[in-house]
């Protein structure tokens, strides 16, 4: 596989369900973020992690949990979620250095519903 | 005033035809330009950086302006796989991590 993953493509839930999202980087990178992409909203970011560490967490409820076992894999653990946490869960990754300049590359998302 | 700034349209263009756009940023601090293309339902590839001389690749023309914090994209030659929503993307003074996203701009290229 090349670029980044994602698993599920899709994922309907209820409230009171646990689920957990999947993103994988086959390109080598230092960093992965999870962005929500909610309908005519621009991207909003989650969390970053860069070597594995978290590095910033943008305020977001904490029924959002991360983990990030190593620097290829990144889960995003959902628990207790509610209707308005539906949209389009991006997951990205880039290579962080000296230079300013963070491309970030995304993986093809998943489209959750909260019921 | 949003930190990224972008017309929603849609722009309607005929194919063939030459289309221009513009993103303004609010933070006079910002290092790094990009513009994003995002296909209906799918994820944001990266078009092009865009760089302080400006920079060209193919149909596709990036500038910034500072003086008047604005990044634009020209397209030449519009084609119907153009189709789709281009985001401006900026970097924060703060943090190298963070990028801020603009809404978008939605651009249909017409036969």
């Known amino acids: 596989e090349t670029g980044v993953t994602q698993t599920p493509r899709h994922l309907v839930m209820g409230m009171t369900n646990k689920k957990s999202l999947k993103c994988e980087q086959h390109l080598g990178h230092n960093a992965m973020y999870w962005y929500k992409q909610s309908a005519k909203k621009p991207l909003e970011l989650m969390f970053v992690y860069s070597l594995e560490e978290r590095v910033e967490n943008n305020s977001v409820p904490s029924r959002f949990s991360p983990e990030c076992p190593n620097s290829s894999h990144l889960f995003l653990h959902l628990h207790t979620l509610q209707p308005e946490d539906s949209a389009l869960y991006l997951c990205?990754?880039?290579?962080?250095?000296?230079?300013?300049?963070?491309?970030?590359?995304f993986g093809p998302g998943t489209r959750l519903t909260v019921l | 005033r949003k930190e990224v700034e972008q017309d929603p349209g849609p722009f309607n263009v005929p194919e063939g035809a030459t289309v221009a756009f513009n993103c303004t940023y609010s933070n006079s601090a910002s290092q790094s330009f990009f513009w994003y293309r995002q296909d209906c339902r799918k994820e944001p590839k990266l078009l092009m950086s865009?760089?302080?001389?400006?920079n060209e690749d193919g149909r596709f023309t990036a500038q910034l302006n500072r003086a008047s914090q604005y990044i634009s994209l020209l397209i030449r030659d519009s084609k119907l796989s153009d189709s789709a929503t281009y985001l401006c993307?900026?970097?924060?003074?703060?943090?190298?991590?963070?990028?801020?996203w603009g809404a978008g701009t939605k651009l249909i290229i017409k036969p």
């Open positions: 990205a990754s880039s290579q962080l250095g000296a230079s300013s300049y963070n491309e970030q590359f």
């Open positions: 865009v760089y302080s001389s400006g």
């Open positions: 993307v900026v970097n924060t003074e703060d943090s190298n991590y963070q990028l801020i």
